[in-house]
């Protein structure tokens, strides 16, 4: 199984700022199977990036994602207040079994 | 407009079972792989099970493996899980969730399982 695991566990940044999220996997993830999910308080989770680096639909362009093998970034190149929220990877590449990540928080400092 | 909504939860005793149910509109069900996750109180996403479209391809995480059982009704647009043995450690909430090609495209909005004495 692979684990993924997420640092910060909090982020504290004000609007405006860039914000830069890791998620490290334990062993490399195949083909960059690898997306990226917002999560705001009393909502289910919502897609923002697979495949590493792709944008879902409707994503704004300030969202990117990097990386290969074990190591991923999430970059928000300026923090809109909406995206003050909790954000976890998560790993697609032995469907229907998968793994997330413990997420890292993204605040208001 | 896609809905998926869970039903079922509730408070449990230690050792005892649930049924849980997901109803799915407003896509094509048995296009999509089917998935429970689920959420402590105040924790992160934990991946619970998944489903084939087909139910071909079964997977559980190690910590529900033996005890809960993920199954669909495609003709009802429906997703279940039962869960034998709960433990406190179990007590969640449960979303059930859409994907295609592993990804979660759909989501509901969960049902709360406690299991407490």
């Known amino acids: 199984e692979i684990v993924l695991t997420q640092s910060p566990g909090t982020l504290s940044l004000s609007p405006g700022e860039r914000a830069t999220l890791s998620c490290r996997a334990s062993q490399s993830v195949s083909s960059s199977y690898l997306a990226w999910y917002q999560q705001k308080p009393g909502q289910a989770p919502r897609l923002l990036i697979y495949?590493?680096?792709s944008r879902a639909t409707g994503i704004p362009d300030r969202f990117s994602g990097s990386g290969s093998g074990t190591d991923f970034t999430l970059t928000i190149s300026r923090l809109e207040p909406e995206d003050f929220a909790v954000y976890y990877c998560q790993q697609y590449g032995s469907s229907p079994s998968t793994t997330f990540g413990g997420g890292t928080k993204v605040e208001i400092k | 407009e896609v809905q998926l909504v869970e039903s079922g939860g509730g408070l449990v005793q230690p050792g005892r079972s649930l049924r849980l149910s997901c109803a799915a509109s407003?896509?094509?069900?048995?296009?999509?792989?089917m998935h429970w996750v689920r959420q402590a109180p105040g924790k992160g996403l934990e991946w619970v099970s998944g489903i084939s479209w087909n139910s071909g391809s079964i997977g559980y995480a190690d910590s529900v493996k033996g005890r809960f059982t993920i199954s669909r009704d495609n003709a009802k647009n429906s997703l279940y899980l039962q869960m034998n043995s709960l433990r406190a450690e179990d007590t969640a909430l449960y979303y059930c969730?859409?994907?295609?090609?592993?990804?979660?495209?759909?989501w509901g909005q969960g049902t709360l399982v406690t299991v407490s004495s």
């Open positions: 407003g896509f094509t069900f048995d296009d999509y792989a």
């Open positions: 495949g590493a680096s």
């Open positions: 969730a859409g994907a295609t090609g592993g990804l979660f495209d759909y």
